[in-house]
């Protein structure tokens, strides 16, 4: 049996990969950096713009897999600079509603093709918590 996955048209993948796979109840979601779909390339400015586009790219492939941001229950954000923390935390915020899903935050020393920021999510399929 094969995976089951989830893409979208607008989604660009740099890797061998899936944009999300399901397994049982969980939707897991690859880390999307900010990439824009139309040119393949990094989205230029800040970390709030840089943070905007990772998520218009990981609820692309949410909406593709039949869901919204109310069933995501985990997100882990990978910064380069924890000193964007604060800007990046404002658009997050606006991501979601209350209650929000859990989240780890995590500093770490590069990130593909030179992204700010990257972020993944797991989502859960509503009607069995």
Same mark, same amino acid.
């Given at each position: 049996?094969?995976?089951?996955?989830?893409?979208?048209?607008? $989604?660009?993948? +740099?890797?061998? *990969?899936?944009?999300?796979?399901?397994?049982?109840? =969980?939707?897991?979601?690859?880390? #999307?950096?900010?990439?824009?779909?139309?040119?393949?390339?990094l989205?230029?400015?800040?970390?709030?713009?840089?943070?905007?586009?990772?998520?218009?790219?990981?609820?692309?492939?949410?909406?593709?897999?039949?869901l919204?941001?109310?069933? $995501?229950?985990? +997100?882990?954000? *990978?910064?380069?600079?924890?000193?964007?923390?604060? =800007?990046?935390?404002?658009?997050? #915020?606006?991501?979601?509603?209350?209650?929000?899903?859990?989240?780890?935050?995590?500093?770490?020393?590069?990130?593909?093709?030179?992204?700010?920021?990257?972020?993944?999510?797991?989502?859960?399929?509503?009607?069995?918590?």
């Amino acid at each position: 049996m094969g995976r089951k996955t989830y893409s979208a048209k607008n $989604v660009v993948s +740099v890797g061998p *990969y899936s944009p999300a796979v399901e397994a049982g109840d =969980l939707v897991y979601f690859s880390g #999307q950096t900010p990439l824009d779909p139309a040119t393949g390339k990094l989205v230029e400015g800040e970390i709030a713009e840089q943070t905007k586009q990772c998520f218009r790219n990981l609820f692309s492939v949410l909406e593709a897999a039949g869901l919204t941001p109310d069933d $995501v229950i985990k +997100v882990n954000v *990978y910064l380069v600079d924890m000193n964007d923390f604060p =800007l990046m935390n404002l658009v997050y #915020q606006e991501q979601f509603t209350a209650p929000y899903p859990a989240r780890t935050t995590i500093g770490v020393a590069a990130l593909p093709l030179g992204a700010k920021v990257e972020i993944e999510m797991i989502a859960h399929r509503k009607g069995n918590y």
